[in-house]
């Protein structure tokens, strides 16, 4: 698993950030991304239903967001 550390970037950074981290990336892989805008609530799931990558979980925990993506 890869962690993908976008903390104190604003959207769609994160996204972009992650999408470029998934292509690196063999099928089934999974990506932890960690934010701090709020805004990657939506943002990252949209992203994940246009690209048909999984979102296996996401929590939030002081502020701070994680999403594991799965590759599709």
């Known amino acids: ?6 903390t104190g970037l ?5 996204v972009l950030r ?3 981290a998934l292509r690196e990336m ?7 991304v960690l934010t701090t805008d709020r805004a990657s ?3 990252i799931p ?11 979980e996401s929590e939030e ?3 701070r967001y994680r999403f594991r993506l799965r590759k599709a």
């Open 61 to 63: 925990r002081d502020g």
């Open 26 to 32: 063999a099928a089934g892989d999974l990506l932890d």
């Open 10 to 14: 604003l959207c769609p950074l994160p």
């Open 46 to 56: 949209a992203f994940c239903a246009q690209t048909g990558t999984g979102l296996v």
């Open 18 to 20: 992650a999408q470029k």
């Open 41 to 43: 609530l939506q943002e």
């Open 1 to 6: 698993m890869k962690v993908l550390d976008a």
